[in-house]
């Protein structure tokens, strides 16, 4: 069977489609990472005592709230761009899939091809076989 001249671009092809798929997880994992410690943030920030015994405790207690208002802002900021990256990351992914898919169509066109020659030239040789076969022996109907 003949080599596929494509065969070096194709591999090349799979490879940024799967370096494309690894951005794409990565960009998804940085997203959840936001999210989970914007959310551990807001559940702390709920867990804070309100009973201020004075002044000095009143004070600590805003400037804790006022912290994590600040890292809560932060994360959203973060879960912003992070959803920007995640959507760059899948259009990445999506041209990459369909520049692979392309010549994986190919492949399997020029695969089916020299499967149909071989095949065709097996049928020649089994077809002269039995041509050689019914003239050497004409009584053999």
Not at 27 to 56: C, F, I, M, Y
Not at 114 to 125: I, P
């Amino acid at each position: 069977m003949a080599q596929w001249s494509l065969i070096g671009l194709l591999r090349i092809r799979k490879m940024q489609e799967d370096q494309a798929a690894a951005g794409l997880a990565a960009a998804n994992h940085r997203v959840r990472e936001s999210k989970v410690s914007q959310d551990r943030v807001r559940h702390r920030l709920a867990s804070l005592g309100t009973e201020a015994t004075d002044v000095d405790t009143l004070r600590a207690i805003a400037a804790s709230r006022a912290a994590s208002a600040a890292s809560i802002s932060d994360f959203n900021h973060l879960i912003k761009m992070g959803a920007a990256e995640v959507e760059e990351a899948q259009t990445a992914f999506a041209e990459a899939k369909r520049n692979t898919s392309s010549l994986e169509k190919l492949h399997t066109r020029f695969t089916d091809e020299q499967l149909a020659a071989e095949l065709r030239e097996e049928q020649l040789v089994l077809d002269e076989i039995a041509s050689s076969r019914h003239t050497r022996n004409p009584e053999s109907k």
